[in-house]
């Protein structure tokens, strides 16, 4: 159990007992005993709604618990689910720096995650497939870069959390040479700086 | 048909001195007079020597003169070899049989290598040099020399000066790379890591390049170490000497189109000089005097070549516009003499290498044989360096641009982006 897990169960206990004193206030625990009625029985019942009061109060700890964990465990999801989106890739059509809307979806999610976390900053580099000269590969990956900053600012992400670079057809994803590693190879990769520890989730 | 030019030779041979320094033997202001012919090479023999040296040294002249491309090397097998070279005097009779012009010997010498050029017509020695040059053991050097005596000896015999001491810079795995002209001395250079395109500043000792990562653009003298010259964010790319290498101009973009600049070569304030409005513009190279500067531009929504003055007014389309998205045309590179643009155009999906005239602007295809990028001229304005993927993988190849004759010069990993430096001097 993490430390976060951990506060979420104590918030969780913590609102149990004020729950219990709500409940108390509204049950009157100690029911007065009428005259003439056999104490035996009194007892009896007495007994009866102390053991089912436990139980009640043991279902609402497990019922809280289990709360807790399922937040715990949505929360490990949401950061994980945002650290993807944030390093999310997006491609491009040959000799093309235009955005695809596979490629717009893409960036529509990376700019709701940076717009919940100011402190991120973006370097988006430019990628190409191995066709066409070097020096005009290196000019369109960084127009591809380009590009992505572009509709990120136009999306509200500030100007100078996204900064651009080319690498052109230096580095490819995949060194094959038919049309499905070039695919994977015309590309705005993504670096995420200054994320430091927890990402704040983005209002869905 | 060759006697005039050699004529002329005897008559500038009373000349030249008798002892002389490789680099400075050049008799300067004159030519032979013959104009280059594609279908005349004049025949040359190149007469064996009997000691090893003067066997490897035959053989580098032999290969010097035949890759020039301007002379036939007339090949000898074993009994011409013994007959052709008889103690004192030249076989004649054989040599004329053999269909030479001319009769070449280099005897080493213990301070350096002795020249003997004979004319077969007039069966007269037209030429005697003295060169001074470094021990065998020198290997580098030595063979710069034998390289200077090459260059030296094509010039008088065909009034071009030969192209041999040379040297291609080139890239391999994250690495800048050096080789002779003639495919010897392959080494990496020190310093440069990541490097992008590379050229050479006129003086044949000083390089400038572009490394991805960090972006910069670095001047580096070779052997020496690296200044960065300009730097940031964005892309610095496709550098080269202005042709008087004060300047260095070279194409840098970050979100808004990639333009040219210069910068002195020294560092300093850069300067914009293409004004491209978003679309990408790179490769410069500069025509020899300086003035305008061939390019590679976007503009027009493909990659066409452009010429532009210097200081980046007067943009004018080179190549013919071809209408549709397929064209590309890419990596303009001047020929010294100004004639010519070479360059690589997509044809039937692969790059080829063609020359466009700058007078007449007539297009001539030079390949046809896999895809081909990234042309250098040689400092003859006639042979050009590219990559080709002809052999399997992307090597560096080697064309004459009247003939067409190609040859590989590297094997090996893959290469790209070549530079063939200016004539070299003594290392």
Known sequence: MNARSLVLTLLACSSFAALEGCRRKVTPAATPVPAGVDAAAAQRRADAQAAEAAQRRADSIAAA????????????????????ILAQRVYFDYDRDQLRD??????????????????????????????????????????????????MTGKGVAENRVSTQSLGDSQPASSGGDESAYQQNRRAEFEVRGASGILVRTRD | MHLPFFRVLAAVLVAAPSLVVAQDTTSRGVRIGLTY?????????????????????????SRDLDLGDRITVIPLDASASRAVARAGAPNWSLLAQLGAAAAIQVTPTPSGLHLAVYNVATRQTALIRDYVAPPASSVRAWRSAVHG???????????????????????RGGRLWLIDSDGHGESPLAGAV?????????????????????????????????????SGRGVFI???????????????????????????????????????RGSDNVSPSFSPDGRRIAFMSGRAGHPEIYTMDADGTNVDLLTPLDVGESAYRASPDWSSDGRLVAFQSRIDGQFQLLTVGLRDRALKQLTSDGSNDDPSWAPDA????????????????????ESGRARQLTRGASVRLPSWSPRLGEP
């Not at chain 2, 202005?242 to 070569?265: F, K, M, Q, R």
Request: glycine share 10%; aromatic share 6%.
């Open chain 1, 65 to 84: 618990n289990a709360a807790a964990s399922r937040d715990a465990a949505g929360d490990r999801q949401a950061q994980l689910d945002m650290g993807n």
């Open chain 1, 102 to 151: 596979d490629g717009a979806a893409v960036l529509d999610a990376k700019s709701a995650v940076l717009q919940a976390n100011p402190s991120i900053t973006l370097v988006v580099t430019g990628h190409t497939d191995e066709r066409g000269t070097a020096e005009y590969n290196l000019a369109l990956g960084q127009r591809r870069a380009a590009t992505v900053k572009r509709y």
């Open chain 2, 37 to 61: 012919d594609p279908g005349t090479k004049p025949g040359v023999v190149v007469l064996p020597v009997s000691t090893a040296l003067g066997d490897s040294v035959a053989a580098i002249v």
């Open chain 2, 149 to 171: 005596l090459s260059d030296e000896l094509e010039q008088s015999l065909t009034g071009t000066r030969g192209i041999s001491r040379t040297r291609v810079l080139f890239t």
């Open chain 2, 194 to 230: 990541t490097p992008g395109s590379a050229a050479w500043h006129p003086n044949g000792r000083t390089i400038t390049y572009s490394t991805y990562v960090p972006s910069q653009i670095v001047v580096q003298d070779i052997g020496g170490r690296g200044r960065t010259v300009a």
């Open chain 2, 238 to 276: 496709s550098p080269v000497f202005t042709p008087d290498g004060a300047s260095v101009v070279y194409a840098h973009g970050e979100d808004d189109g990639v333009d040219l600049y210069s910068v002195p070569a020294s560092g300093g304030a850069a300067r914009r000089l293409s004004v491209g």
């Open chain 2, 382 to 401: 006639r042979h050009l360096v590219f990559v080709s993927n002809r052999s399997g993988t992307r090597q560096l190849w080697v064309i004459d641009a």
